[in-house]
């Protein structure tokens, strides 16, 4: 089945460092969403993405949809402590056999000793 | 502003109990989901419902059924529980297939003993 490969699988962040990550698949989405996960909680969508080559903002954060359409990337600028927690990346294939969102195994976020 | 919401928050069984997980959503969404999340895994669909009365399985369905009985509402039953379904338990739910973005609950942390 059609998988995504997210990484890094974890980072460690000092407050006011840029972060980034990624997405890839061997198969094309039409749509990529980006969630954040808080301990506890359940993931809350960050930014979703229509088009390949589209750039959208929301913040602090940054994501991109490649323009293969195979990948993703998502940039947080100056993080703060409370951008600790998982990213999930998910895609979304309208042609697939299912039609629902296959989803990354996550970055996990943690802030330096 | 509830969104979706499961019941129970946690949850403690022993090997060959049953239960149901309830979830249910205010936003009159179409699309409902049933997911499990587990150290390393991310996210991975068990069953979802595309509309009242309609249930389909995902990529991880063994051990478990729901039901749609109610547009709003969205069950999980374990009919028998075994260790391997310790985990924690997400619901999400969307407006459509189209455009899927989904929300989700605050998840149910089950441990089968």
């Known amino acids: 089945g059609q998988q995504l490969n997210q990484s890094p699988q974890s980072m460690f962040i000092q407050e006011g460092e840029d972060v980034s990550m990624n997405c890839t698949s061997s198969s094309i989405f039409n749509t990529w969403l980006w969630y954040k996960q808080d301990p506890g909680e359940g993931p809350v969508l960050l930014i979703a993405l229509y088009k390949a080559g589209e750039l959208t903002s929301n913040g602090r954060l940054t994501a991109q949809f490649g323009i293969t359409r195979k990948d993703s990337f998502l940039n947080i600028s100056a993080s703060i402590p409370s951008d600790v927690g998982i990213y999930f990346c998910a895609g979304l294939n309208y042609g697939g056999s299912q039609g629902n969102l296959i989803f990354g195994k996550g970055t996990k976020l943690s802030v330096k000793p | 502003n509830a969104g979706v919401t499961q019941t129970p928050k946690f949850r403690v069984l022993k090997t060959g109990q049953s239960m149901t997980l309830l979830c249910a959503q205010d936003?009159?969404?179409?699309?409902m989901y049933w997911y499990r999340q587990d150290p390393g895994m991310g996210l991975r669909l068990i069953h979802y419902?595309?509309?009242?009365?309609?249930?389909a399985k995902g990529e991880v369905p063994d051990g478990y059924n729901v039901s749609r009985l109610k547009k709003q509402n969205f069950l999980l039953g374990l009919e028998s529980a075994a260790p391997s379904q310790t985990s924690v338990y997400f619901c999400?739910?969307?407006?459509?297939?189209?455009?899927?973005?989904?929300?989700f609950g605050a998840g149910t942390r089950l441990s089968v003993l």
């Open positions: 419902s595309v509309g009242e009365g309609t249930t």
């Open positions: 999400a739910s969307s407006y459509s297939r189209g455009l899927n973005i989904q929300y």
């Open positions: 936003m009159n969404h179409e699309y």
